[in-house]
């Protein structure tokens, strides 16, 4: 068996999700290809080599590929992907943006956000939020698959000494141009590869108040994330929500404050290793998986634990 993964990066720097990816791959038993497609991502490629366990990379540098617009990116994969038992991607968006077209270019079914590898044709994932787990069995020619980052043990990024290999096929559909990009710029970690993360809720009451979470978090060295009812209220954008809709986190710790733990949230963070909430409704969900709760005003806590850290 040979495993093709789908390296997730920006042209400049691989992310770390790729070597979750792997170590999904690994599980599953081969050789294991990473395929770097973009513009002037060489730098990507050489990191993708150095990839424990990684035999080749595939490296395809097209303009065409400079912001891996999937109408593109789907049409190199599906050609290249022919000849390999697996095709792996991180359930992150770009992940879940191309997969489902090279599963239907290539008239297979899909396998998404795989949590487990029972066997190189069975895997474990979530269903209802995270609810249930269904293990799914596939007998397609080529297994097309999508890795939720979180339930695997990265892999190392160095000790590698794969080959890379230039792809020269380009595939420009035409039907789609990128237009532009407004990036949030922040100095802290990033949410889905944060090892700490404070949350608001509904609680902070509005936006203004997240002031104390940023406080926290400068302190902690951590990222800062939200539920979706903040979200949609308005009070952070929606790059920061965390939950079934928004992205899967597992760090270290999870703080919650001020959120009631709705169960789309909960699908999104309840794999962090240590959960904390801070809520002063005694009865709410979130305390059912939390390892330690505070019942009290969000507004005095956070305030007093800022001092003590």
Not at 47 to 69: E, R
Not at 194 to 204: E, N
């Amino acid at each position: 068996m040979t495993i093709l993964v789908i390296a997730e990066h920006d042209n400049k720097v691989l992310a770390p999700a790729t070597l979750n990816t792997v170590a999904a791959a690994a599980k599953i038993g081969g050789d294991i290809h990473v395929l770097v497609a973009g513009q002037g991502a060489g730098a990507v490629a050489e990191a993708a080599a150095k990839i424990a366990g990684v035999s080749k990379v595939l490296n395809a540098d097209n303009a065409a590929y400079a912001h891996q617009l999937p109408e593109n990116v789907a049409p190199l994969v599906a050609e290249l992907g022919k000849s390999y038992s697996h095709i792996l991607a991180a359930a992150t968006s770009n992940g879940k943006n191309i997969l489902p077209r090279v599963a239907a270019q290539l008239d297979v079914d899909q396998i998404s956000e795989i949590i487990s590898v029972e066997s190189a044709d069975t895997f474990k994932r979530p269903i209802y939020a995270g609810n249930a787990i269904a293990t799914v069995q596939s007998n397609a020619s080529v297994k097309v698959i999508t890795v939720r980052a979180t339930g695997f043990d990265p892999v190392a990024a160095e000790g590698g000494s794969a080959t890379v290999e230039a792809v020269a096929a380009a595939h420009d559909a035409g039907t789609s141009s990128f237009v532009g990009e407004e990036l949030a710029k922040s100095d802290r970690p990033e949410l889905t590869a944060a090892k700490i993360v404070v949350s608001g809720g509904r609680g902070m009451q509005n936006g203004d108040n997240f002031k104390h979470l940023y406080a926290l978090a400068d302190k902690l060295g951590a990222a800062v994330g939200a539920s979706r009812a903040a979200v949609d209220a308005g009070f952070v954008p929606n790059d920061m929500q965390v939950g079934q809709t928004g992205k899967i986190v597992a760090p270290q710790l999870y703080i919650a404050v001020g959120i009631s733990g709705a169960i789309q949230h909960l699908a999104g963070m309840k794999d962090s290793k240590v959960i904390v909430a801070i809520n002063k409704d005694e009865e709410a969900p979130i305390f059912q998986v939390a390892d330690y709760g505070l019942v009290a005003d969000l507004f005095e806590a956070v305030p007093e634990l800022e001092k003590l850290v």
